[in-house]
Each structure stands twice: as structure tokens, then as C-alpha cells.
């Protein structure tokens, strides 16, 4: 964990059957969508994927801005059935 006046980040929890689930839809989507096999995605893309998945689960309010495109099209549509009000918060620069 760090922390740093009211900035904090937690390790996700990859024991929450949830979670991993989540990770693991993800990382099918962006195989599927960037052409390559599952065990060639990003390991960053994954990370990401965890603690956004981590923060959505604890109810946080968070803003993940990031450039991945087929990151985005894929958390947003694995959390469309799950975190209705999260979504928005998922923005690509």
C-alpha cells in the first residue's frame, strides 16, 4: 500500500473470486481484440484491470485515465453487467 496525504493506493485482492474473474473476461477480451494469444497480454494491462476491479468492488470513486484503447472498450464491457455507476469513470486520453 502507499499512502501519501489523502492519496492512497491498495494492492487488489486477487483472492476475491471476483476480482480474478473479472481478469480473466478482461484478458480474453484484449486477446480477441488486439489479435494475439491470451499469455501474450500485458501483464500492466492486467494490473490495471485488478485495481479497477478492486476499487469498483469497495464502492471507491476513482477516475482511471489511461491510452489504451482495447483496455477500455474491454473493461467497459465487462463492467457493464456489474458496476452500472463505475463506467464512467473508466476515460481513455
Not at 480477441?32 to 500485458?42: A, T
Request: with cysteine.
Amino acid at each position: 500500500m502507499y499512502v501519501s496525504g489523502t492519496v492512497e493506493i491498495q494492492n487488489p485482492n486477487y483472492g476475491l473470486a471476483e476480482i480474478s474473474d473479472i481478469v480473466d473476461r478482461v484478458r480474453a477480451c484484449i486477446a480477441k481484440e488486439s489479435g494475439k494469444p491470451l499469455h501474450m497480454v500485458e501483464k500492466a494491462d492486467l494490473q490495471t484491470t485488478a485495481l479497477v476491479a478492486w476499487h469498483a468492488t469497495r464502492g471507491d470513486s476513482v477516475e482511471f485515465i489511461f491510452h489504451d484503447r482495447a483496455l477500455k472498450q474491454c473493461l467497459q464491457s465487462v463492467f457493464a453487467g456489474r458496476f452500472h455507476t463505475f463506467l464512467w469513470l473508466i476515460r481513455q486520453i
